[in-house]
C-alpha cells in the first residue's frame, strides 16, 4: 500500500531564514505530486504540483519554490522566510488526476 | 477558479444525532473529494465521489454533479467524530483540488 511521509512534523524559524520542507512517497510509481498551505482560518491552497521529475506548476505567486529531484520527492523551499510564510503545509499525492491523499503535515511557524 | 460553498460553517451535536453538510460548487468538476480533519491536523479521506451515491459505515455521501452539490450524511454521531470536514472539488481539466471553508462539527456526549 502507499504511504506518503512528511517531515519536520514541527519548525520554528526566524524571519529571513531558509526553509526546506521534504515529502516522500512509497509505493507507488510516478505519482502526481502536490504542496497545499492552510493558513489560521481553515482553508487550503494549493500552491504547486508536478506531474513528473523535474516538472513543477506553480499556482500562486509567492516567496516559495518547489522541486522534484526523484519520482517520489517532493521538497519545498524558500532562500527567505516571511512571516506570511507561517501556516500548515500539506504534501499530497495521486495517481492522474483523480483521488489525493495527503501526509501527516508540517506545521511552520515565522517568528 | 471553481468556487467551493460549504455549509453551515459549524455545527454542534449531541452523540447519537443526525446531520447533513452540503457543499456547493460553481462549475462542472471531475474530482470530488470528502475529508475530515482530524485535531492534529491530519486530513482523512472519507470519499471520492464527482457522481453518484456511496456509503462507508454510519457515513454516507451523494454528489449530483448536474445540479453541482454534494451532501455528506453523518448518521448516529460519536465523539469521535468531531473535527472539520472538508469538500474539495477539481475541475474538468487540470490538477489543483479547491477546498470549501470547511464545516465545524462538535459532538458532545
Known amino acids: 500500500s502507499q504511504t506518503i511521509h512528511q517531515w519536520p512534523a514541527t519548525l520554528v524559524q526566524p524571519v529571513g531564514s531558509p526553509l526546506s520542507l521534504e515529502c516522500t512517497v512509497e509505493g507507488t510509481s510516478n505519482p502526481n505530486l502536490y504542496w497545499y498551505r492552510q493558513a489560521a482560518g481553515r482553508g487550503l491552497q494549493l500552491l504547486f504540483y508536478?506531474?513528473?521529475?523535474?516538472?513543477i506548476s506553480s499556482e500562486v505567486p509567492q516567496n516559495l519554490s518547489a522541486s522534484r529531484p526523484q519520482d517520489r520527492q517532493f521538497i519545498l523551499s524558500s532562500k527567505k522566510l516571511l512571516l506570511s510564510d507561517s501556516g500548515f503545509y500539506l504534501c499530497?499525492?495521486?495517481?492522474?488526476?483523480?483521488?489525493?491523499?495527503f501526509g501527516p503535515g508540517t506545521r511552520l511557524t515565522v517568528l | 477558479g471553481i468556487q467551493v460553498e460549504q455549509s453551515p460553517p459549524d455545527l454542534i451535536l449531541q452523540e447519537g444525532a443526525n446531520s447533513t453538510l452540503r457543499c456547493n460548487f460553481s462549475?462542472?468538476?471531475?474530482?470530488l473529494q470528502w475529508f475530515h480533519q482530524n485535531p492534529w491536523g491530519q486530513l482523512i479521506n472519507l470519499f471520492y465521489i464527482p457522481s453518484g451515491t456511496k456509503q462507508n459505515g454510519r457515513l454516507s455521501a451523494t454528489t449530483v454533479a448536474t445540479e453541482r452539490y454534494s451532501l455528506l450524511y453523518i448518521s448516529s454521531s460519536q465523539t469521535t467524530d468531531s473535527g472539520v470536514y472538508f469538500c474539495?472539488?477539481?475541475?474538468?481539466?487540470?490538477?489543483?483540488?479547491?477546498f470549501g471553508k470547511g464545516t465545524s462539527l462538535l459532538v458532545t456526549p
Open positions: 499530497a499525492w495521486s495517481e492522474s488526476a483523480r483521488e489525493q491523499f
Open positions: 462549475d462542472s468538476v471531475n474530482n
Open positions: 474539495a472539488v477539481g475541475p474538468g481539466s487540470g490538477y489543483a483540488l479547491n
Open positions: 508536478s506531474v513528473g521529475i523535474g516538472q
